[in-house]
């Protein structure tokens, strides 16, 4: 089965540094990598997704995430942090269940917390 | 076009009552997802169905059933509540693939007592 893990419970990063949140994930095939963005209080959003191709994927709101086979990695990055992207992040995976769909699974998410 | 809507956005109950969560789309999206999300555990999925008439299991049914009996309602029950039922549930949908982007309802927060 499919898994995700991303290490960090907590980020905490001043507004306009970097910033890269950290995923790892399990699965025997390519898999089909999202990250997704909750705000307090609101339901999930989709910043970006890898299916296939150049392993560089640009998203909405100035994020990137880059999918690194060799170690099983789908990391997000943003270059200057603004104080709105204070928010819970998930990464997922969608993988082939033994039911014949394809079923994503969320890792446990990871807070930023943006200084000003 | 209001996407994912759910109904209600908060409830309270007490142990042993039964009650139903909405959820409504009107992307004509075949692919319906219910998932609970509680503090550390992410999102974890309930049931979902591939298309109407069909509901398969997901990681933690148990205590939970659903009906898919229109294309853009998504049903899922609680016969009877429990406190570990407490939690947050959202509800997604997609396109036709569960690899495509999902679409997240706002949630229903709901308490049982």
């Known amino acids: 089965a499919q898994s995700v893990t991303q290490p960090d419970i907590h980020t905490t990063v001043s507004e306009g540094a970097s910033l890269e949140l950290r995923c790892n994930y399990s699965?025997?095939?390519?898999?089909?990598l999202f990250w997704y963005v909750q705000s307090p209080g609101q339901g999930l959003q989709l910043l970006l997704k890898y299916f296939s191709g150049d392993t560089l994927v640009q998203g909405i709101k100035g994020f990137e995430a880059e999918f690194k086979r060799s170690q099983s990695s789908f990391n997000l990055r943003k270059p200057s942090v603004h104080w709105s992207d204070a928010a819970e992040y998930f990464c997922?995976?969608?993988?082939?269940?033994?039911?014949?769909?394809?079923?994503?699974?969320f890792g446990r998410g990871t807070s930023l917390i943006v200084h000003p | 076009n209001a996407g994912v809507t759910q109904t209600p956005k908060f409830r309270v109950l007490k142990t042993g009552q039964s009650m139903t969560l909405l959820c409504a789309q009107d992307m004509n999206h075949e692919y319906m997802y219910w998932y609970r999300q509680d503090p550390g555990m992410g999102l974890r999925l309930i049931h979902y169905?591939?298309?109407?008439?069909?509901?398969a299991k997901g990681e933690v049914p148990d205590g939970y059933n659903v009906s898919r009996l229109k294309k853009q309602n998504f049903l899922l029950g609680l016969e009877s509540a429990a406190p570990s039922q407490t939690s947050v549930y959202f509800c997604?949908?997609?396109?036709?693939?569960?690899?495509?982007?999902?679409?997240f309802g706002p949630g229903t927060r709901l308490t049982v007592l």
């Open positions: 699965y025997g095939a390519t898999p089909y």
């Open positions: 997922a995976v969608g993988a082939l269940s033994s039911g014949g769909s394809y079923i994503p699974t």
């Open positions: 997604a949908s997609s396109l036709d693939r569960a690899t495509d982007t999902q679409y």
């Open positions: 169905s591939v298309g109407e008439g069909t509901t």
